[in-house]
């Protein structure tokens, strides 16, 4: 079955069909460049098989690991940041419940440097029992390196040297590197992240699994999803019966008709995450060569208090992707009020979820009427299942995208400028003369 639906119709007059026919034989193209793997970047396309690749035994040992963790541990602490959390965030907030938790409570450390936020976690953590994955696939990019060290460091102090080596899980290279070096020194449990899948499409590796099943949720399900993704994606080779290929084609036709800021939108509270997730996975695929749509997220109906005036009326150079979800398990009757001094007995018989549908649906219009383009995801409901094939479906679409846009969808090589000034500035040892150079131009 297929998961959800993509419906484009309110983006088809802010382009001719020409260019739709040209652009089209673009992605086309792309997708042959995709799927025959000549591509650039083409040493990274281990995501693009994965949902039948995966190795079994791996994902036993994950299960049997998370088992553990939550056997003995209240918190899991997983340490990482960009694709090394962004994954397993999107996946452990869309699934826990808004109050509690339904498994371990996991909380994503390491993806900033507040000192803050760690003095807190100490003192959240110091009466819980946990655990610690650590993600990095060097083991020494700063922020969770810096985490690492201290909440290692604390771990040893509460539990002594033996026990907490079984409570740290080092998610890292299969050979090399400072983590795999530590981790292999203390008798750390390892998981690998594959050479060839970078950490925007590592959802479905180690990298995202570990964490989200030991937040209780059913990764079985989750890559037998991505499976019904990469079977439907894979098999269809026309933009009529392939969703992802629709998808990418419409955004890089608004693209060139000036719509340079494409907006990701949630009716939905938990999917919150899941946008964060997607503007990684499209920043830094596509935003390169002085090139790329630049991603944003809106959580609506509450950011239409705050950003509704601008999208309505401001200036258009955006379009909006809004990702409905069509069944909720739960929901909430109004009631009609003897008073009715809100107003609102006009809704009485109707659930919260029946207005949010009207909600989306009206926006849209006004939004299409005001000039923004507007493209609908209808997910039929949120299941590990759908998730799966959500996260393919994007993976896909991105790749293609990005080889339409004449782009490299696989490397990043613009992150490292930020670091290496930190670096100079913080003296470390071989930067000296960066950090003259900077200085000066700091005076």
């Not at 539990?159 to 590197?177: P, Q, S, V």
């Not at 037998?224 to 079977?231: I, N, P, Q, R, S």
């Not at 939108?265 to 749509?293: C, M, T």
Request: charged fraction near 25%; hydrophobic fraction near 40%.
């Amino acid at each position: 079955m297929s998961y959800l639906s993509l419906d484009t119709s309110l983006t088809k007059t802010f382009f001719t069909q020409k260019e739709w026919a040209n652009v089209e034989k673009e992605v086309l193209k792309a997708r042959e460049v995709l799927e025959s793997r000549k591509g650039l970047g083409n040493d990274f396309l281990g995501w693009l098989d994965l949902p039948i690749t995966y190795d079994s035994r791996e994902v036993a040992r994950i299960k049997q690991a998370a088992g553990r963790i939550c056997e003995h541990s209240q918190v899991l602490l997983a340490v990482g940041i960009g694709g090394s959390y962004l994954g397993a965030r999107s996946c452990v907030e869309l699934f826990k419940p808004y109050f509690g938790n339904h498994g371990c409570e996991v909380i994503f450390v390491g993806n900033h440097i507040s000192g803050s936020y760690m003095a807190e976690l100490l003192n959240y953590i110091k009466d819980k029992d946990y655990s610690i994955n650590v993600i990095s696939k060097s083991g020494t990019t700063t922020e969770p390196a810096i985490a690492f060290r201290i909440l290692e460091e604390a771990l040893i102090e509460k539990y002594g040297k033996e026990e907490a080596k079984h409570r740290i899980f080092a998610t890292t290279d299969k050979a090399r590197g400072a983590l795999k070096t530590l981790a292999d020194t203390e008798g750390y449990e390892t998981f690998v992240v594959p050479d060839d899948v970078g950490g925007r499409f590592s959802v479905l590796t180690p990298v995202g699994l570990l964490p989200i099943a030991a937040s209780g949720v059913d990764i079985d399900l989750i890559l037998e999803g991505a499976k019904e993704a990469y079977l439907e994606f894979s098999s269809n080779k026309t933009i009529q019966n392939n969703i992802a290929m629709e998808y990418a084609l419409v955004r890089n036709l608004l693209y060139r008709n000036g719509r340079k800021l494409e907006i990701l939108v949630n009716y939905e509270p938990r999917l919150a995450y899941f946008a964060e997730w997607w503007k990684q996975l499209f920043g830094e695929s596509e935003g390169k060569d002085h090139k790329g749509i630049w991603p944003a997220s809106a959580n609506f109906t509450t950011d239409l208090h705050s950003l509704g005036q601008m999208i309505q009326e401001g200036e258009r150079s955006m379009f909006e992707t809004v990702i409905e979800v069509e069944h909720v398990k739960k929901d909430v009757e109004i009631k009609a009020n003897a008073n009715n001094l809100d107003g609102l007995n006009f809704l009485a018989g109707k659930t919260m979820n029946q207005v949010n549908h009207v909600a989306t649906l009206g926006t849209r219009i006004a939004h299409y009427d005001g000039g923004v383009p507007n493209i609908l995801i209808k997910l039929d409901e949120i299941t590990p299942k759908s998730y799966g094939y959500l996260v393919y479906f994007f993976e896909y679409a991105c790749a293609i995208s990005a080889y339409t846009l004449g782009v490299n969808p696989f490397n990043q090589p613009g992150v490292e400028a930020y670091k290496k000034n930190m670096f100079a500035l913080l003296g470390k040892p071989g930067y000296e003369d960066l950090k003259a150079e900077l200085e000066k131009k700091l005076k």
